[in-house]
């Protein structure tokens, strides 16, 4: 029997360095293999104490997650983490175990060591400076990834969307600490109820999302941000309502870039339609996103095609003095199905290829709607926003440079916004097609820059007169020493370069002044004023012509 054990013994070193059985606590009641050399001790001295101490700071939670996940079913298999007390970044093993249930249920782990186990360390994402929630961007995926774990070891997870109605008007009543401590608070509570305590995210002003496991309670949830806001505020005028929906994150049948899809479309139905948002589940929200999306794809037709959408002004404004030096036209549809939605459906028509015949459709009333309102009074130069995927597209720069041509009297009058939601893959030759557009005196503009990795390349290979600032780096800018310190050099490396430079999302006054600190040239966001869809509604702010450019 002795020489049976020890062929086991050998055969399971076949495939791991150490070996080790964990009771209910996770408490090591057996260990074999390599410890010495990891943790400079027998194997037999760590007998008795707590596993999750032998795992790196970093990756402790998630570890903790998973095993707790599996206490009832499931098994760990290849599941990537950081050793600790191995070297200043932890050395790279992975695990697999099940439990034994003729060992009281205990786990049974196989742990290996090997430099070539890809890891990927607990989500680090850049952070709401407010709240001290990650920022949309980026949670999707790593919300993914942390639903996906958690059913593959047998453990139900949920997706929670909080809508705190009255939050922003609450905070603009209070002073400076107040609001950050409101902030904070709301932040606080989220990560405390989240996976990991890491896995919540700020959406927009008042929205916000979580990933978290069956035991908590939404509503109670919402209840603590209600009665957090009340303790910080108790005179406050404006009382804050939590509202929350709750969906099942089953991930049947889905991958982890589905699971992502799918979690983005959720919050977006949430932004839109509130509690009113008809899933329960991930997988009806897959459904759902099919219906849709077919249904808006035939109304993107339609709208193109009939040219049923506006064209409304955002004010781009110098931070000095507020006055108007250019335009932003932004799309607004006319279908109350798809009000609200223009990022999505931006999204799906570059999905769906039907986004080269919506900016021809765009730009063709942006021309005319300008020469309309130039016919009473010059206005500023208008921006008009095109698609990565047009640029990209032969005859879509056929046409653009053909119809420019029949209109070089409006050369000083628009320029064109290369936008990020859909990759250019040629990048060298959409910057022959925008030479020959600035050839020809329309200028080009880079819009935000700071939002994805590629910003950098693309301002290293277009030749582009003006670049805007990503509305979340100028929200860190404006929140820290180093964000500030960023903007400045970034403004400064632009300045160089003899390009202009805009930050957007600038919500206040106090914002306004810290971008002109920066050396940024003009600013965009409510605090300049709001989309309209008349112009002529901040004549009095125009800046003068020869002061435009």
């Not at 603590?224 to 505020?233: L, N, R």
């Not at 080009?444 to 301002?459: H, K, R, T, V």
């Not at 971008?515 to 008349?534: I, M, R, T």
């Not at 004549?539 to 020869?546: H, I, V």
Request: charged share 25%; aromatic share 6%.
């Amino acid at each position: 029997m002795a020489r049976e054990l020890e062929r086991f013994v050998a055969l399971a070193f076949c495939r791991a360095d150490l070996l080790f059985e964990l009771d209910q606590s996770w408490t090591i009641r057996f260990c074999a293999g390599t410890a010495q050399n990891l943790f400079a001790c027998a194997p037999e001295a760590l007998i008795g104490k707590p596993f999750l101490d032998l795992i790196a700071e970093s990756d402790r939670k998630r570890i903790g997650l998973m095993l707790d996940s599996g206490k009832e079913r499931g098994r760990l298999d290849d599941l990537p983490f950081l050793l600790e007390n191995s070297g200043p970044a932890g050395r790279a093993a992975s695990m697999s175990g099940y439990r034994v249930p003729d060992f009281e249920n205990n786990f049974f782990l196989a742990i290996k060591i090997d430099g070539k186990v890809h890891h990927t360390p607990d989500e680090t994402l850049p952070t709401d400076p407010e709240t001290g929630l990650a920022e949309k961007e980026g949670f999707a995926n790593a919300a993914a990834r942390q639903v996906q774990a958690l059913r593959h070891v047998g453990g139900e997870a949920q997706l929670t969307l909080v809508r705190v109605d009255h939050l922003q008007e609450l905070a603009h009543e209070l002073g400076v600490s107040d609001r950050q401590q409101l902030m904070k608070a709301v932040g606080d509570i989220l990560k405390q109820h989240s996976l990991g305590g890491g896995m919540a995210a700020r959406v927009d002003d008042e929205t916000f999302s979580l990933v978290h496991d069956t035991e908590v309670d939404p509503d109670a949830l919402g209840a603590q941000i209600e009665k957090a806001a009340e303790t910080i505020a108790p005179e406050g005028t404006s009382k804050v309502n939590a509202l929350t929906h709750t969906l099942d994150a089953d991930g049947a049948g889905m991958d982890e870039e589905q699971v992502a899809r799918v979690i983005i479309f959720a919050i977006q139905d949430f932004c839109g339609a509130g509690t009113n948002v008809r899933a329960d589940r991930l997988s009806d929200v897959l459904r759902a996103m099919v219906l849709d999306s077919i249904e808006n794809t035939k109304l993107l037709r339609h709208t193109t095609a009939s040219g049923a959408f506006d064209l409304a002004y955002m004010p781009i404004c110098d931070p000095n003095n507020n006055q108007v030096h250019r335009f932003e036209a932004l799309t607004r549809f006319r279908e109350d199905h798809l009000q609200g939605l223009t990022f999505q459906i931006i999204r799906l028509a570059e999905e769906t290829g039907l986004i080269i015949d919506f900016d021809k459709a765009v730009v063709e009333k942006a021309i005319q709607s300008i020469k309309e309102l130039n016919r009473t009074r010059m206005i500023p130069p208008v921006s008009v926003n095109l698609s990565g995927r047009s640029l990209d597209n032969d005859a879509f720069m056929d046409w653009l440079d053909q119809r420019l041509t029949k209109e070089k009297s409006l050369a000083d009058r628009i320029l064109f916004e290369i936008t990020e939601s859909a990759p250019i893959a040629n990048l060298p030759d959409v910057n022959k097609r925008l030479k020959k557009l600035r050839g020809k005196g329309f200028r080009i503009c880079l819009d935000d820059f700071g939002s994805g990795a590629a910003s950098f390349d693309y301002l290293n290979a277009l030749d582009v007169d003006v670049v805007k600032f990503d509305g979340h780096l100028i929200r860190r800018a404006c929140a820290s020493v180093r964000g500030k310190n960023m903007l400045r050099t970034m403004a400064r490396m632009c300045k160089n370069m003899n390009v202009q430079t805009v930050a957007e999302m600038v919500e206040n006054a106090e914002m306004a002044i810290n971008v002109a600190d920066c050396g940024v040239d003009f600013g965009q966001g409510w605090h300049f004023g709001k989309p309209s869809n008349d112009p002529f509604d901040f004549t009095k702010r125009f800046a003068s012509r020869q002061k435009m450019w």
